[in-house]
């Protein structure tokens, strides 16, 4: 069974970031800001439809697509690519159509505590964003 992404996502905690984007290319001031900033994840999921924004005080980027199918996603350097998403079980990979091996995938994943876990893989570096589900009060 598919995982429910749907909802608003805080970072607690952050592994290696700043390692990838310093294989990416990243420069030191970039890498520092967005290594220190702790991003929030809005995610609608409806099926295989997904819209997520991360939002931060720096910007917010929002990300459209349909499993399956190809878009344009933005990595964390901050470059474009033509990417599919894909089902690995209960995982939600993003990878790029591309022949190169050494491309950026995300993959995310619920774990049983029901945190969502972003792990991020660029020529061999692997990176993690842990995040809570924030409750929303209904009044």
């Known amino acids: 069974m598919k995982q429910k992404f749907t909802g608003r996502w805080s ?3 952050v592994e290696n970031l700043e390692n990838l984007l310093k294989k990416m ?3 030191m ?3 520092g ?3 220190r900033v702790a991003p929030v994840l809005e995610i609608c999921q409806d099926g295989d439809h997904f819209t997520i924004q991360t939002i931060t005080t720096v910007r917010t ?3 459209k697509f349909c499993v399956g199918e190809e878009f344009e996603d933005t990595v964390q350097n901050g470059d474009t690519r033509s990417a599919i998403a894909y089902w690995d079980g209960d995982k939600l990979i993003v990878k790029a159509v591309t022949d ?3 491309s950026q ?7 049983d505590d029901g945190e969502l876990v972003v792990v991020i893989r660029f020529q061999g570096v692997v990176a993690k964003r842990y995040f809570v589900r924030e409750i929303v009060e209904s009044t």
């Open 61 to 63: 980027v929002e990300l």
């Open 29 to 31: 001031i970039h890498r």
């Open 100 to 102: 190169d091996e050494d």
């Open 33 to 35: 800001i967005i290594s």
């Open 25 to 27: 290319g990243v420069g």
């Open 11 to 13: 970072q607690y905690k």
């Open 105 to 111: 995938i995300t993959e995310r994943e619920l774990t």
